[in-house]
């Protein structure tokens, strides 16, 4: 069950479906390969053989578990760099540890987002906290990437706590269904990211049977990633659940989505994190933890990075580098 949740989703301001809505047809169903990440945790790599263009302005997505980990087993990231885009975690349940070489960071935990902009270059760790290694417990999160424009690449690094207390909450048109709005506006309901690319991120919750149908911004990108549980995308029905990105077409001012009769696996309710933004439509070179326009760009990050000149981890961490 994800952290941010409320009993009863009818009391809730409605997404406004527009009269007349037409709604986006899908263009493709992957499935997210799955393998492991940093020191070893599980995750499932959402957008897997999907076309940059696209994803457009996202370039990499990460599911983080859902695990269950026994006392030692949680598991992290040691310091690493970045530079040229925004990472965005967000915990659905569990809690991570984050520093960075710009001062940011804390705990974020059941349905907190952190908003780290690499933009010029960080360094930053991620990692469970000892309390929970020793304890184990349930871990589940997503990582995002999303590119930033050539003119934004070299801005000065920044970190957004995003506690789950700020997170925009809507019911579907029907108030059967939860929407947490994170970035960008759905309706007239902003989430409290800030982003530098126009996007909307947003985890919708629907029970068994459920239909969603949410309004999105003309231009913009339409994904829709299952993070748990079954049931059908589009005006077409096509099959979705655990682990399925879909992409829609860019045509039409809707998004449908409906969960199935009947639980699926462990879930019982259908999880979608929804995901779209304005593309950047710029030359994407990408090696690595570096997003950069260039192969010579990329080339310099790796050099900058060698030679220490890509920020600093703190001194009081250098033994965990």
Same mark, same amino acid.
């Given at each position: ?20 809505? @037409?709604?986006?047809?899908?263009? &493709? ?11 070893? !945790?599980?995750?499932?790599?959402? !957008? ?14 990460? *599911? ?49 987002? *952190? ?7 960080? +360094? ?10 020793? &304890?184990? #417990? ?18 000065? /690094?920044?970190? +957004? ?5 700020? @997170? ?16 960008? +506006?759905? &309706?007239? *309901? ?24 949410? /309004? ?31 992409? !829609? ?11 199935? &009769? ?14 779209? #933004? ?10 690595? /933890?570096? @997003?950069?326009?260039?192969? *010579?760009?990329?080339? +310099? ?21």
């Amino acid at each position: 069950m994800p952290a941010i949740t409320v009993e009863d989703p009818s009391l809730l301001p409605r997404l406004a479906v527009p009269a007349l809505a @037409v709604p986006r047809r899908v263009r &493709s169903v992957t499935t997210a390969p799955e393998g492991l990440e940093g020191e070893g !945790f599980p995750v499932r790599r959402a !957008f897997a053989g999907v076309d940059l263009r696209d994803l457009d302005p996202f370039v990499h997505m990460d *599911q983080m578990g859902e695990v269950e980990y026994a006392p030692g087993e949680p598991k992290g990231t040691p310091w690493h760099p970045h530079r040229g885009f925004e990472t965005v975690t967000y915990i659905i349940d569990g809690t991570f540890e984050h520093q960075d070489s710009n001062g940011g960071g804390g705990l974020i935990t059941n349905g907190d987002t *952190q908003w780290m902009t690499a933009g010029a270059g960080i +360094q930053h760790i991620e990692r469970p906290p000892e309390a929970l290694v020793a &304890s184990g #417990g349930l871990f589940h999160g997503v990582q995002l990437w999303v590119n930033l424009p050539r003119a934004q690449k070299w801005v000065p /690094p920044r970190y +957004q706590d995003l506690r789950a207390d700020r @997170v925009g909450l809507l019911g579907s048109h029907d108030g059967a269904a939860l929407v947490r709005v994170i970035a960008g +506006q759905l &309706s007239d *309901q902003p989430g409290p990211g800030a982003t530098y690319t126009p996007m909307t991120m947003a985890h919708a919750t629907l029970p068994p049977g459920a239909r969603l149908v949410v /309004p999105w911004t003309p231009g913009f990108n339409a994904l829709a990633y299952v993070l748990a549980g079954r049931g059908v995308a589009g005006p077409e029905g096509a099959p979705v659940r655990t682990g399925q990105l879909v992409v !829609f077409e860019r045509e039409g001012d809707t998004l449908v989505i409906d969960a199935a &009769s009947a639980p699926d696996g462990p879930s019982s309710h259908l999880e979608v994190l929804l995901l779209g #933004g304005r593309p950047i439509g710029e030359p994407v070179a990408w090696s690595g /933890p570096f @997003v950069m326009n260039t192969r *010579q760009e990329i080339v +310099q990050a790796f050099e900058d990075y060698r030679a220490g000149r890509l920020a600093t981890v703190p001194a009081a961490s250098d033994g965990e580098a």
